[in-house]
């Protein structure tokens, strides 16, 4: 018995939010979770060890160093310090929060 063909898409939750990781870098991006599906689920899934994230900005830990950009990276979940969606910073000068220009 063959197994169902899977999606060639999956609907995904696009959130926006700043990630710190182990490896002493800040990831702007936009984390994907299935829809309906608290940010904290998804990354507490034991059925996925990496989370996508799109349009991401990699920074130095203190956030004012562009590394690098790229379009689509997949992060280890071993690798998450924390996850704080973009909405809910308030205050302070965060300059490297804002959007770039295209």
């Not at 710190?20 to 608290?38: E, F, M, N, W, Y």
């Not at 992060?75 to 770039?100: C, F, M, Q, R, Y």
């Amino acid at each position: 018995m063959s197994e169902p063909p899977r999606p060639l898409f999956v609907p995904t939750e696009r959130i926006e939010a700043l990630i710190q990781t182990s490896d002493h870098q800040l990831i702007l991006g936009k984390v994907h979770a299935q829809p309906g599906k608290r940010l904290k689920d998804e990354l507490n899934s034991d059925s996925s060890r990496f989370i996508a994230i799109t349009d991401a900005r990699v920074y130095d830990v203190t956030g004012r160093q562009l590394l690098y950009e790229t379009s689509f990276l997949l992060l280890a979940n071993d690798h998450i310090v924390s996850v704080t969606p973009k909405a809910s910073l308030t205050g302070g000068h965060l300059p490297w929060l804002e959007t770039p220009p295209e």
